[in-house]
């Protein structure tokens, strides 16, 4: 069974830092990408970033990049969101998220926030003051 736990969520001042793990389990067999997504009240869930851990290939989405960066630690089982100069429109509750197919769905060009994500996290509440 696939399971995904978003941890490190939390309130922080703008300007400021925070890192998001998501620990993966039961990713046995497949071509897997993790992603992480956010959605705001109101507001349509955004995909924020994605890593392909079969091709090491990574995607950031234009409102986070240059601002955070997303890394795994293989034997840990473990993909970070590194959040750095946060913003108050980065309040959200940000999930991870599990692709088994992405290399089918790629060609050749890695992982992407809008292939289909199979299996989902429960989530972690970020929120950034003024």
């Known amino acids: 069974e696939v399971q995904l736990v978003e941890s490190g969520g939390g309130l922080v001042q703008a300007g400021g830092s925070l890192r998001l793990s998501c620990a993966a389990s039961?990713?046995?067999?497949?071509?897997?990408?993790i992603a992480w997504f956010r959605q705001a009240p109101g507001k349509e869930r955004e995909g924020v970033s994605c890593?392909?851990?079969?091709?090491?290939?990574?995607y950031l989405a234009n409102s986070v990049r240059g601002r955070f960066t997303i890394s795994s630690d293989n034997a840990k089982k473990t993909v970070y969101l590194q959040m750095n100069s946060l913003k108050p429109e980065d309040t959200a509750v940000y999930f991870c998220?599990?692709?088994?197919?992405?290399?089918?769905?790629?060609?050749?060009?890695?992982?992407?926030?809008?292939?289909?994500?199979?299996?989902w996290g429960q989530g972690t509440q970020v929120t950034v003051s003024s």
């Open positions: 890593l392909g851990l079969a091709d090491r290939s990574t």
């Open positions: 039961g990713l046995s067999s497949g071509e897997w990408a």
């Open positions: 998220a599990a692709d088994p197919y992405y290399l089918s769905r790629s060609e050749g060009y890695g992982c992407h926030i809008s292939f289909e994500y199979d299996y």
